[in-house]
């Protein structure tokens, strides 16, 4: 099991021993800085993200929630039913294709009313793999439906999306808005540079900016290739085992 810091722990160190702020005046903008470097680390923390879903009210724009990285499904729901909308055709198989032959929305109101039996079900997930919904049909073209802006975390509801219904979101997490606590050991002193890294830019400091963040950007590279590199079991293995400087000392 991997061995994991309290990020609270990380930041109230870096106030007292690096900065001098004793009364920890700077500490939600370390911590808020030290969030902002996790996002960035966790894309290569291991070969699966955190997924949840989210089921919204329709509105022409709609905004994502703040740990939102990039939708892995989408559906309408209607009442107890939800329709699954397919971006991704290639990867549904010869089984599970797009609707043909008939439009969109006629199959979408005949799934509602009973006179359509979809051929499949395709469960939305939850955190750890909790299967919270199951959604009907065999993929929709969502053209028209919605489209979803990756730089403002939005999605820009469609003149074909039905009315009195609701969005139900699939998505890829980055796993810190619902509370950032507890981070791998072995990113301490990533995090670490990068919060003073962060800290010397809004003091306008270029010499101490400059030199956290070249060791910011050795330690994310260093860490990026253990984890990238090597496998799982090695890295939880060589963190565990093996005596490494830490921000108390030598363990």
Known sequence: MRSLTPIHDIAESVCVNNIGDSTKKYMVFVLESMADCYREM???????FSVRTEVMPVGRVIDMPADFIEPTKVGIKIGDCILVLWRDY??????????????????????????????????????NGTN???????????AGFYEFNR???????????????EIIVEYKSDGVSDG???????????????????????????IQARTHKDEYLTQYYMVKDMYVNQPVDYQVRVFQNTPRQTINGLI
Do not use: C
């Open 42 to 48: 966790h894309l290569f923390m291991s070969d699966s």
């Open 90 to 127: 290639g990867s549904l198989g010869k089984q599970n294709h797009p609707v043909y032959g008939v439009s969109d929305l006629e199959y979408m109101q005949g799934v509602i009313n009973g006179s359509i039996i979809p051929d499949s079900v395709i469960p939305f997930y939850n955190y």
């Open 132 to 142: 919270i919904l199951d959604g009907f049909t065999t993929g929709i073209n969502p």
């Open 151 to 165: 730089s403002t975390g939005t999605i820009s509801v469609g003149s074909l999306w039905p009315s009195d219904s």
């Open 180 to 206: 950032l606590s507890l981070v791998p050991t072995e990113w301490i002193t990533a995090l670490k540079e990068y919060a003073l890294w962060k800290y010397w830019t809004r003091f306008r400091d270029r």
